[in-house]
């Protein structure tokens, strides 16, 4: 599959504890997204990397929230002390972009569903 | 920052009938409009998209077109089929290569429409 692969699907955890969640991203593509999807809403934009720098992070990661993409390929998103609020889809996408030709739409993985108990 | 507003949340047609599900968004620096099918379960799929160069796209049974001025767009699908069934997202981007290097593309989804095709 040379899709975008997110690893666990689904994640159930006790309120408190922390987790983490792993994109990796179509092998050529420079830019990583995270989104959030809560039932009957649209993604959410989280974050951001171009290659491994994280360039942008939205008003709704908190400081609980903290993303990495260490070497520009996969990229984790790990929650800290987590909430019943962080419930929630969480969607990974990579594309190529920033070029004068090649750009590709967003292609989205799966997503990782957290339960937060 | 950007707002993309969908309406119906909800649309129920018979099969064989069209379907239109618009979109409004708010920043009129926005030049790239998606749509994303996204069946129970899946991964969101890009359907269909459209730049603000052009005012109308088609492939086969889907259509989108885009009223810059009155910052609009819509989805029109023809002769549905109970596969068309699913949850449609629009979306809206600042996407081109003459602005920075570090534009970073990010999508404003609207709240989805629940689509489903009555046999």
């Known amino acids: 599959d040379t899709g975008v692969s997110q690893n666990p699907r689904h994640k159930i955890t006790k309120r408190g504890q922390n987790v983490t969640f792993r994109c990796d991203p179509i092998?050529?593509?420079?830019?990583l997204y995270w989104y959030r999807q809560t039932l009957g809403q649209g993604p959410e934009f989280l974050t951001y990397?171009?290659?491994?720098?994280?360039?942008?992070k939205s008003r709704l990661l908190s400081d609980r929230f903290s993303a990495e993409r260490p070497k520009g390929s996969f990229s984790t998103l790990e929650i800290q002390r987590t909430e019943q609020g962080d419930s929630a889809m969480y969607l990974c996408?990579?594309?190529?972009?920033?070029?004068?030709?090649?750009?590709?739409?967003?292609?989205f993985g799966q997503g990782t569903r957290l339960t937060v108990v | 920052g950007e707002n993309v507003e969908q309406h119906p949340s909800t649309l129920s047609v018979q099969e064989g009938d069209s379907a239109v599900i618009k979109c409004t968004y708010s920043d009129s620096a926005s030049n790239y409009f998606p749509w994303y099918k996204q069946e129970l379960g899946k991964r969101p799929q890009l359907i269909i998209d459209?730049?603000?160069?052009?005012g109308e796209k088609k492939d086969q049974r889907i259509a989108v077109t885009l009223n810059k001025t009155a910052k609009h767009f819509s989805l029109h699908i023809t002769e549905t089929q109970p596969e068309d069934s699913a949850v449609y997202f629009c979306?809206?981007?600042?996407?081109?290569?003459?602005?920075?290097?570090?534009?970073?593309?990010?999508?404003?989804f609207g709240t989805g429409t629940r689509l489903t095709i009555i046999p």
């Open positions: 459209i730049r603000s160069n052009v």
């Open positions: 092998s050529e593509h420079n830019r």
């Open positions: 979306a809206a981007s600042i996407w081109g290569a003459l602005r920075s290097n570090f534009g970073n593309e990010k999508l404003t």
């Open positions: 996408a990579s594309k190529y972009g920033g070029a004068l030709q090649g750009d590709t739409e967003a292609f």
């Open positions: 990397f171009q290659n491994e720098a994280q360039l942008e």
